[in-house]
């Protein structure tokens, strides 16, 4: 009995194992994997803190579909937007000066590529295109298949001809949703 148990608890720790996750890197090193393979870049920019941020972390970025399209069409980067790593991007140099090592689990000062690309809301997903120019940011919790709307808009250039909000709308009414649920 203790054999089955302890082969059952191994065969659950055996398959999260091989369970697959979105390939994390960071700002810079998914511009110098641009450099070799030009890609599009969303960045999930969060807080510790941040209730939505820990949701879509667990119920989209682990949905078997979308880990599958952003890892076959992205440079997926996790940005911690009160963290205090050093970053340069585009040639300027972003730290967080104000940084309480003490509030790294609590809400801290917000990091100056966080500002940089106006972030004020957390969780927010940012889009970039193949030369690291700023197309969207994407505001709060969005489950499987509302993400999958911006990963193939972005994708595949649709937002270019989307110059009205009448014409976005058009296109997320005609939208089918292809990805499995939460």
């Not at 194992?17 to 450099?35: G, H």
């Not at 076959?72 to 940005?79: L, N, P, R």
């Not at 808009?153 to 058009?170: C, G, M, R, S, Y």
Request: charged fraction near 25%.
């Amino acid at each position: 009995m203790k054999k089955i148990v302890a082969i059952c608890v191994l065969l659950v720790f055996s398959m999260n194992a091989i369970a697959q996750e979105i390939n994390w890197v960071t700002l810079e090193e998914a511009v110098e994997l641009q450099k070799k393979k030009p890609k599009k870049i969303i960045m999930d920019v969060y807080t510790k803190w941040c209730g939505p941020c820990k949701m879509l972390d667990k119920n989209t970025f682990q949905n078997k579909d979308v880990v599958e399209y952003i890892n076959k069409h992205y440079y997926a980067v996790k940005f911690n937007a009160e963290g205090n790593e050093e970053i340069t991007f585009k040639g300027a140099n972003f730290s967080n000066p104000n940084y309480d090592p003490a509030k790294a689990n609590r809400r801290n000062s917000p990091h100056e590529l966080t500002r940089h690309f106006n972030v004020r809301a957390y969780p927010t997903i940012i889009f970039l295109d193949e030369n690291l120019e700023f197309l969207a940011p994407i505001k709060g919790y969005k489950n499987p298949q509302q993400l999958e709307l911006y990963l193939k808009l972005f994708k595949n250039n649709d937002h270019k001809a989307l110059t009205t909000q009448e014409a976005f709308n058009e296109y997320y009414t005609a939208f089918k949703p292809e990805f499995a649920g939460e």
